[in-house]
T-cell receptor, first 113, second 116 residues
Framework: AQKITQTQPGMFVQEKEAVTLDCTYD???????LFWYKQPSSGEMIFLIY??????QNATEGRYSLNFQKARKSANLVISASQLGDSAMYFC??????????FGAGTRLFVKA | EPEVTQTPSHQVTQMGQEVILRCVPI?????FYWYRQILGQKVEFLVS????????KSEIFDDQFSVERPDGSNFTLKIRSTKLEDSAMYFC??????????????FGPGTRLTVT
């Protein structure tokens, strides 16, 4: 069975500091994709970053990077230099062996001024 | 930048009524999806659609739900007889350009459905 686990329901970070949001996954498929989405209070889902299971390098997109550790089945999101606008819900997600994407329960990030 | 659009942004309906949620995916995408998010909960997959047919659906997507791509641009989700527990945010998503198959899915802004 496929599963995404986010164990941090809420996280606090000081503005301008880096923060890591944890995500572990489980799948028996060899080919899969891992994603992070941001959901601000307005409700929309904003795609942040993608990592393919065969990608050898960690994905980066601006201030976002994905720390992919395949053997440990983890795909943590690192946000560098946090900004007040980063306060939101963050979802880790996976797509494997089919069309559907499964999501974790999410981590709510609070950035303090 | 191309984006997925959804209408309406908020729909209020009475229990037992039919609703149709509308989506316009990104124009060169080939794969279309519906997800829902009950308030405060995780996003759940409902259905995927490719080549004018359902490619995968979840156990949530029962006979009360149907999807259609009535023309080259719209993608709709119909709920035949709404129940209180159908109240949720419904997201449409699309992925896959004509020349590459990508896992990335781009979400619309969502339609908040409230069943009273």
């Amino acid at each position: 069975a496929q599963k995404i686990t986010q164990t941090q329901p809420g996280m606090f970070v000081q503005e301008k500091e880096a923060v890591t949001l944890d995500c572990t996954y489980d799948t028996s498929d060899q080919s899969y994709g891992l994603f992070w989405y941001k959901q601000p209070s307005s409700g929309e889902m904003i795609f942040l970053i993608y990592q393919g299971s065969y990608d050898e390098q960690n994905a980066t997109e601006g201030r976002y990077s994905l720390n992919f550790q395949k053997a440990r089945k983890s795909a943590n999101l690192v946000i560098s230099a946090s900004q007040l606008g980063d306060s939101a819900m963050y979802f880790c997600a996976m797509r494997a062996g089919g069309f559907k994407t499964i999501f974790g329960a999410g981590t709510r990030l609070f950035v303090k001024a | 930048e191309p984006e997925v659009t959804q209408t309406p942004s908020h729909q209020v309906t009475q229990m037992g009524q039919e609703v149709i949620l509308r989506c316009v995916p990104i124009s060169n995408h080939l794969y279309f999806y519906w997800y829902r998010q009950i308030l405060g909960q995780k996003v759940e997959f409902l259905v995927s659609f490719y080549n004018n047919e359902i490619s995968e659906k979840s156990e949530i997507f029962d006979d009360q739900f149907s999807v259609e791509r009535p023309d080259g641009s719209n993608f709709t989700l119909k709920i035949r007889s709404t129940k209180l527990e159908d109240s949720a945010m419904y997201f449409c998503a699309s992925s896959g350009g004509r020349h590459t198959i990508t896992y990335e899915q781009y979400f619309g802004p969502g339609t908040r459905l409230t069943v009273t």
